[in-house]
Each structure stands twice: as C-alpha cells, then as structure tokens.
T-cell receptor, first 113, second 112 residues
Framework: DSGVTQTPKHLITATGQRVTLRCSPRSGDLSVYWYQQSLDQGLQFLIQYYNGEERAKGNILERFSAQQFPDLHSELNLSSLELGDSALYFC????????????FGQGTRLTVV | DQQVKQNSPSLSVQEGRISILNCDYT??????FLWYKKYPAEGPTFLIS?????DKNEDGRFTVFLNKSAKHLSLHIVPSQPGDSAVYFCAASPVRSEKLVFGKGTKLTVNP
C-alpha cells in the first residue's frame, strides 16, 4: 500500500460526458501528479500541483483540468469525453516539489463508450 | 517523439539467473533516471534511481548502470525471483525536474 488513494477504481461513461477523478496523497506529501496511461503506452505526465498551486504542466488537453484543495487532495476533471480518453489515470505524490521517488496510487481505469 | 525507449516489450528468464532490462533515451538534458516496477492492478512502485554523476547504483539484488555517452541505462536483477515478474518502467527527468518521462515498459517474467 503506497498510501496514495484514488477513487473510483473503475469508471464507465459515455462520450461527451464529464467525470471527476479523486486522489488523496500520502500523509505529509505536498505534491500531487497526474499521469495517463493509454493502451500500450508509457505513463504520460499530465499536471502537477504543489501545496495547492499548479507547478508543472505536461501533455494535458484543454478539456482536462485539475485542482488541489487546501487539504491537499486533488481532483482531475475530464470533460467532453472521447473514446480515446479511455485509459488508466494514475495519481502520484511526493513530499517536495520535485518528482523523485513519487508514490503512485492504484489508478482509475476510465472506459468511455 | 519518444524520448525514453524500452525496445523490448517483454523478457523471460529462469529463476536464479540475471535479468537485464534496457532503456535508451534521446534527450541529453536528462539528468536523473528511475526504474519503477508495476504489478497488475497496482500503481508503479519506485525501485531504484541514478543521477548522471554516477555510472552505477546498487540496492540489494538491483543494480542500475548508466552509460551517458551511449544514452543508455540498464537494470540488472540478480538473482531473479518469480516475485520479480512485473512490468518495469524506465523514467527520466532533466535535473530532478517535475516532469518524469516514462518509457512504455518491459514485462519481465521469471519462470520457476
């Protein structure tokens, strides 16, 4: 158990819909990272928040957004969903702002039908 | 444009033998390299890392070698155990930045 909690574990939704994925970081970790893993792809970095502020942005679509709340949990919002958004979405956390030895959650498997 | 490449999608070895997983990168700004292990239905777990000032880092059965001139790193597992069967991801970042770039992973199977 990494200490990072992601909910829900599975999500099935229709095209055009909007979903919210939730992540609770390890106790004491200030950084939260979101990654997307599509079929046969490596993990693609989406976005990082550090202590409530956006810290770094990767290949995140404009239809996607995220935020980190005062209690440090984070949400990833995916809207106008397309079939190609079906993927595993991982959240990771680390103590500091730099992405070294981050701890990953179990992921949310999103299926868009 | 894949900056971190793991060219072998899978590898099969016998228990007790050495497993060697390879990773190549193209971005010369990469300065810090990590290996993660992932079991099915779990998130990746950090395994071992190496910074560009070193060419080797060892942790128990796991050793990572870095060849900067060849832009190549490898993970050696000796001896391999059935519990090591997992997908191994290589990752890299420039100067401990926020953005880790991952390879597609190599699925290791260790046969008893």
């Amino acid at each position: 158990d990494s200490g990072v909690t992601q909910t829900p574990k599975h999500l099935i939704t229709a095209t055009g819909q909007r979903v919210t994925l939730r992540c609770s970081p390890r106790s004491g970790d200030l950084s939260v990272y979101w990654y997307q893993q599509s079929l046969d792809q490596g993990l693609q970095f989406l976005i990082q928040y550090y202590n409530g502020e956006e810290r770094a942005k990767g290949n995140i679509l404009e239809r996607f957004s995220a935020q980190q709340f005062p209690d440090l949990h984070s949400e990833l919002n995916l809207s106008s969903l397309e079939l190609g958004d079906s993927a595993l979405y991982f959240c990771a956390s680390s103590v500091g702002a730099l992405n070294t030895e981050a701890f990953f959650g179990q992921g949310t498997r999103l299926t868009v039908v | 444009d894949q900056q971190v490449k793991q060219n072998s999608p899978s590898l099969s070895v016998q228990e007790g033998r050495i497993s060697i997983l390879n990773c190549d990168y193209t971005n010369s700004m990469f300065d810090y390299f990590l290996w993660y292990k992932k079991y099915p239905a779990e998130g990746p777990t950090f395994l071992i890392s190496i910074s560009s000032i070193k060419d080797k880092n060892e942790d128990g059965r796991f050793t990572v070698f870095l060849n900067k001139s060849a832009k190549h790193l490898s993970l050696h597992i000796v001896p391999s155990q059935p519990g090591d069967s997992a997908v191994y991801f290589c990752a890299a970042s420039p100067v401990r930045s926020e953005k880790l770039v991952f390879g597609k992973g190599t699925k290791l199977t260790v046969n008893p």
